[in-house]
């Protein structure tokens, strides 16, 4: 079946550091969101990328999504205590309407 | 953007019972999805709620387990049947607006 894997699975940086989770499908993707969980939360949209090789940028967040639209990467600059929570891909697989969602990349920042 | 109402919040039920989860949204939309997600895990669809027909369910999840509900473009239930302790989840209502999903903030569910 189609699965979406994050890595890595949690990471724990020091405030002012910078963060990366790269995401990666099993099946070509017609577009890939990112969406960010706080404890005890619901998933909440950050941003949705369509095009191959696209580039989004949101203050301190970064997004991409591959040439071969099969993978995504969301980079954070420097963390804050606000970007605490866990951060999730959900690619639409193509000729669906369907979102899976990746495993997840759990960020701790440690003040 | 979409509001969701999602009840109830949290159940303790007793293994073999039934029950209902409902899933309201402030507009209508056209897609509407089910998701279960165990603590620390990440969201695992069940089944899209299709207005009108038959709910399309994803591989491991099946109807007679999983009955859904979708009347109309603004509501949608989920029923966990015949429940055991490893039903134990959170269940998650989602609506596809405005090429993004809003979710609702859930219902715990405990299987004794």
């Known amino acids: 079946g189609q699965q979406v894997m994050q890595i890595p699975q949690y990471q724990h940086v020091q405030e002012g550091e910078d963060f990366t989770t790269y995401c990666n499908s099993s099946?070509?993707?017609?577009?890939i969101q990112w969406y960010k969980q706080r404890p005890g939360g619901h998933p909440v949209f950050l941003i949705q990328?369509?095009?191959?090789?696209e580039v989004k940028k949101q203050k301190r967040l970064t997004f991409q999504f591959g040439e071969a639209k099969k993978n995504s990467s969301l980079h954070i600059t420097a963390t804050q205590t606000t970007d605490v929570g866990t951060y999730f891909c959900?690619?639409?697989?193509?000729?669906?309407?369907?979102?899976?969602f990746g495993t997840g990349t759990r960020l701790k920042v440690l003040a | 953007s979409a509001v969701i109402s999602q009840k109830p919040s949290r159940d303790i039920c007793q293994r073999g019972t039934s029950l209902t989860i409902q899933c309201q949204v402030d507009s209508q939309v056209t897609m509407m999805f089910w998701y279960r997600q165990q603590p620390g895990q990440s969201l695992t669809l069940i089944a899209t709620?299709?207005?009108?027909?038959?709910?399309?369910?994803e591989s491991g999840f099946v109807i007679d387990k999983f009955p859904i509900s979708r009347p109309n473009l603004t509501f949608s239930t989920l029923t966990v049947s015949n429940m055991s302790p490893e039903d134990s989840s959170i269940y998650l209502c989602?609506?596809?607006?405005?090429?993004?999903?809003?979710f609702g903030s859930g219902t715990q569910l405990s299987v004794l």
């Open positions: 959900a690619g639409n697989p193509s000729g669906t309407y369907k979102y899976i």
């Open positions: 709620a299709n207005q009108g027909s038959e709910a399309t369910y």
């Open positions: 989602s609506a596809h607006t405005n090429e993004k999903l809003f």
């Open positions: 990328l369509v095009k191959s090789g």
């Open positions: 099946t070509t993707l017609s577009n």
